[in-house]
Nanobody
């Protein structure tokens, strides 16, 4: 029901920064918990970050803690992933995901998100 479109990917030098955006349409953004995942060829889709409906809680995979920040602007129906101190191992296709099912915790599994964007490529050169 909600449509998600990622943008902001590109090529960046190691140590640089990039901000990804996920624009949502077809629903009220505050109704959804939002997540970011990434996938490299040959590997499973990996959880990166999640943010609660109000933006009050966040959850990150250990490898990005201290470097990435997820935020949301429900009025603009947009979720962001600010990526700093990028490393070559951050290279992947990044996906935005949404789910409306109420949980007391922030989901970090692909099966816990119903709606997905098409992905945006992030390439970090060394």
């Amino acid at each position: 029901q909600v449509q998600l479109v990622e943008s902001g990917g590109g090529l960046v030098q190691a140590g640089g920064s990039l901000r990804l955006s996920c624009a949502a349409s077809g629903g009220t953004l505050s109704s959804y918990v939002m997540g970011w995942f990434r996938q490299t060829p040959g590997k499973e889709r990996e959880f990166v970050a999640a943010i609660s409906r109000s933006g009050g809680r966040t959850y990150y995979t250990d490898s990005v803690k201290g470097r990435f920040t997820v935020s949301r602007d429900n009025a603009k129906t947009t979720v962001y992933l600010q990526m700093n101190s990028l490393k070559p191992e951050d290279t992947a296709v990044y996906y935005c995901a949404a789910d409306s099912f109420y949980r007391s915790y922030l989901p970090g599994r692909t099966s816990e998100y119903r709606y997905w964007g098409q992905g945006t490529q992030v390439t970090v050169s060394s």
